[in-house]
């Protein structure tokens, strides 16, 4: 070689690993300069006293502090120090401000907040918080502040994409407040969908299709329907009016429910091992980066209590321990939100007509500000409201034009952080249920135990009360006949406490058989599954009832595959796949191949039998939001009846089909879409090899080094141990257990908490995703909720001179 060339060839290669080195090194310095420390000291403004913060092995913090006001300042500050990008979107999206970091492509998101005015709501909430919750509110806010006062280095991600957060407001906590109550109310979302299949197949069709409760189905207390029911309603006269011009009919919605498979279990000590009552709870979410909830443990002044905090807000919420009482939630899926079509005055738009004549609409002008290349431009938008709420035509384009919502978490006294603060503090089942008297807008089963042994439980929903009876689609608003009069009394929601059969268990099902409910679709198929596993024998350990969250046991399985293995027994091309299924136990675990079909087999049979009823459309919708639970319950409703009309496709003139016919060609396009992905070799088809969870950045789609995974997770929609995949991208999963905790009352020691991927939302942070593969393997790790002031890890909190 010329020696000239080799000598620029070593000059390049030489300075190209350089540029590597360099590129590594500036890469790792970029992320890591906005890595908090653990140790040490920090002057902070505004503390009045000493604050430690001790934090475990995989980054929980327990904040120890002598006073009230300085425990939730330093909530705020250290909760900032870890996820204030994650905090501001949540704000900036109750705000309807999400265009000032993201520009156009958040416009539609901005519009739909705006409209219905969460964060009008909210500065309206905080006049209605009571001394303790304001006084926790005010101190996380100025702890918030005090962070993007005094930090250096703000999150990467405002680097990225060239923003900076504004100071935090009281009414930031409280949106983010509303925000999670609206996300567990279930109707926002079920009822744009039967309002399409009303709009496309009538009422008559709606009516066989809207909630139904099966014989026998386990409720959460009291006794059972001895036979099945269901729910019908009376369509309005009217034919449903039109959409706005080129409104395309997909209810969009920016707030996901995708948690409708969450649990808690609670056992007495009478069917435990120890004789002292254990309690679990699992509520289910998508898995983010960051989680959705940040583990904390507050001890000081009047709290001491462990378990996930909201980002954002002051306090422990969906699930947590006061060293006398824990709680988990679950979605109630009860039904408290309805549409009303109005009829705007032909002379005069904001006005509509009631049945006293015309009504002035209140009429709000508002701006979105979108950033744009070199600044920003504005969006006006006029917003109407009626008595019946917003008009949200515009941004819920399911719905007809001039059509309303109304929903109690925007009517005022939502009472979300009053009950939650107030919660965090209860010693007694008593001052526990009067604590959630206090919530408006959520709809939730919430289950109780202490350290007493009791337990118990209290169903949380806002009902109203109809003049017309049920109003599952929008119905019309200008004659009242359909409005709301009052709502079911708090003392009327079903609770327990105590129970002889010595357990109480949530699996999203009806808490009690009651009229009252609404279009309320429960879920039954985990309950079922449960009764088989306590049913089983008189006591369980604390290892067994902790195995009980990883329980994969399919009862959809169990129903499904005896009528498989009949129906196809005859086909020469099913019938290996249909001995197979019948031989199977039933258990989606990562082994299992047989899990693999089912779970396509099913998904083929909800469409095979209803998209030619209802349209491709609808059958997507049901996907888009993991709201497959209703068509696998429509499937059920009619298993026992193989001639019932839903099994005929309408398509095919000349041929009646019955529901054996529909369960061969589903096994057939099962067969096919599994071997056609991966190939006849079934061992390829094992359910740990296709079912797997990418856990997500915000910016992840961009920067995909930020996201997490893929990780192999068992279970799937229907079992306990949930799983829940998106059927545009079979077989990948996209919810699953978002936060555990297990207490044994017996010795809280031994207490474990999860909320996967990790506690820190900065990449590069050994905090950012260690609890993952933890999370998908289906364990937990020690709360240290007696042992806090042991943890080596101690930063003090200091009041400044200043």
Same mark, same amino acid.
């Given at each position: ?6 000598k620029w060839l070593k000059v390049f290669a030489v300075s190209l690993v350089s540029l590597v080195i360099i590129a590594f090194v500036s890469f790792q310095i970029f992320f890591r300069l906005a890595v908090p420390s ?54 900036? $999206? ?37 001394? @303790?919750?304001?006084? $926790?509110?005010? +101190?996380?806010?100025? &702890? ?26 009281? $009414?930031?906590?409280?949106?983010? $407040? ?39 189905? =386990? ?42 498979a969450s649990n808690w279990m609670i056992f007495s000590g009478s069917r435990t091992a120890t004789g002292k009552a254990v309690f679990t709870g699992s509520p289910d979410l998508e898995a983010v980066i960051p989680s ?7 001890? #000081? *002044? ?20 006061? #060293? ?75 719905? @007809? ?7 109690? *978490? ?21 001052? %526990? ?30 009902? @109203? ?10 119905? @019309? ?33 009806? =808490?009690?058989? +009651? ?6 679709? %429960? ?16 006591? %369980? ?11 994969? &046991? ?206 820190? &939302? ?41």
């Amino acid at each position: 070689m010329n020696p000239t060339l080799r000598k620029w060839l070593k000059v390049f290669a030489v300075s190209l690993v350089s540029l590597v080195i360099i590129a590594f090194v500036s890469f790792q310095i970029f992320f890591r300069l906005a890595v908090p420390s653990y140790s040490g000291s920090l002057d902070v403004p505004g503390l009045k006293q000493l604050v430690e913060v001790r934090t475990d092995d995989h980054g929980i913090p327990h904040i120890l502090a002598r006073n009230d006001d300085d425990l939730f300042f330093a909530q705020g500050y250290i909760t900032a120090r870890e996820r204030m990008f994650q905090m501001d979107l949540t704000r900036l $999206a109750g705000r309807g401000e999400l265009c000032t970091l993201f520009g156009e492509k958040t416009l539609e998101t901005d519009r739909y907040f705006k409209t219905l005015g969460f964060y009008r709501a909210a500065l309206d909430e905080y006049k209605n918080l009571t001394p @303790p919750t304001r006084l $926790a509110v005010d +101190a996380y806010t100025r &702890g918030v502040n005090a962070y993007l006062a005094t930090t250096k280095r703000l999150p990467r991600e405002y680097f990225i994409l060239g923003g900076r957060p504004a100071e935090w407001k009281a $009414a930031d906590c409280l949106v983010g $407040a509303l925000l999670m109550s609206y996300r567990l109310s279930a109707p926002r979302q079920t009822k744009a969908i039967l309002q399409r299949i009303y709009e496309h197949a009538g009422a008559e069709t709606l009516n066989k299709l809207l909630p139904w409760v099966p014989a026998s189905a =386990p409720v959460v207390s009291g006794e059972r329907n001895r036979v099945s029911s269901a729910l019908r309603f009376r369509a309005p006269e009217a034919r449903p009016a039109r959409r706005l011009e080129g409104a395309s009919g997909d209810p969009y919605c920016p707030v996901l429910m995708r948690q409708r498979a969450s649990n808690w279990m609670i056992f007495s000590g009478s069917r435990t091992a120890t004789g002292k009552a254990v309690f679990t709870g699992s509520p289910d979410l998508e898995a983010v980066i960051p989680s959705l909830f940040y583990l904390v443990h507050l001890k #000081g *002044g009047s709290y001491d209590v462990i378990g996930g905090s909201i980002a954002g807000l002051p306090g422990v919420h969906a699930i947590g321990f006061n #060293g006398r009482a824990a709680w988990s939630i679950t979605v109630g899926n009860g039904d408290n939100v309805d549409f009303f079509v109005e009829k705007p005055n032909p002379s005069n738009p904001d006005q509509y007509l009631t049945e006293n004549g015309y009504r002035n609409f209140t009429v709000i002008h508002d701006s979105i500000k979108i950033k744009v290349k070199g600044g920003f431009r504005e969006e006006k938008l006029t917003i109407r409201v009626s008595r019946h709420g917003p008009v949200i035509s515009a941004v819920m384009k399911a719905f @007809p034009a001039n059509c309303t919502m109304l929903w109690p *978490g925007l009517m005022g006294h939502d009472g979300s952080l009053n009950g939650l603060l107030t919660l965090n503090r209860a010693r007694t089942f008593a001052q %526990f249920r009067s604590s959630l008297g206090m919530v408006r807008g959520a709809s939730i089963h919430i289950g109780y135990a202490d350290v007493d042994g009791n337990i118990g439980y209290q169903y949380m929903s806002t009902l @109203p009360v109809r003049r017309g009876g049920e109003n599952p689609i929008a119905m @019309p608003g200008e004659k009242g006949a359909h409005d709301w009069i009052g709502f079911v009394p708090y003392e009327r929601h079903p609770y327990d406490y105590n129970p002889k059969k010595g357990y109480l268990a949530s699996f999203n099902q009806m =808490p009690a058989v +009651a009229n009252h409910y609404g279009t309320a679709f %429960f879920l039954f198929e985990r309950s079922f599954r449960f009764d088989e596993m306590v049913n089983a024998k008189e006591r %369980f350990t604390v290892d067994e009832i902790r195995a009980m969250q990883n329980d994969t &046991g399919s009862y959809v399985a169990k129903r499904f595959v005896p009528l498989i293995a009949a129906a196809c027994a005859k086909d020469a091309s099913l019938a290996p796949h249909a001995k197979r299924l019948a031989a199977w136990d039933r258990f989606v675990s990562i082994e299992s191949g047989e899990a693999t079909l089912f779970n396509a087999f099913i998904t083929k049979l909800i469409a095979n039998t209803f998209a030619d009823e209802l349209g491709d459309a609808i059958i997507d919708e049901f996907y888009r939001d993991l709201q497959v639970s209703i068509p696998v319950q429509w499937l059920i409703r009619y298993l026992e009846e193989p001639d019932n009309a839903f099994w005929d496709n309408i398509k095919t003139k000349d041929v009646r089909e019955t529901r054996d016919d529909m369960i061969v060609k589903s096994m057939k396009d099962a067969v096919a879409q599994v071997a056609g992905r991966f190939g006849n070799n079934e061992k390829k088809w094992a359910w740990g090899r296709v079912h797997k969870m990418l856990i997500k950045h915000p910016l992840g789609e961009v920067l995909p080094f930020l996201n997490l995974g893929p990780y192999v997770y068992a279970g799937d929609d229907f079992t306990i141990h949930a799983g829940w995949w998106d059927r545009y991208n079979p077989f990948k999963m996209k919810s699953g257990a978002a936060i555990r905790l297990v207490v044994d009352m017996a010795d809280l020691s031994t207490m474990t908490v999860m909320s996967p991927p990790g506690q820190s &939302g900065h990449y590069l942070s050994p905090y950012y995703g260690d609890l993952a593969e933890t999370w998908a393997k289906g364990g937990q790790v020690s709360a240290h909720y007696t042992s806090a002031e042991k943890l080596g890890k101690v930063l003090k909190l200091v009041p400044s001179k200043q």
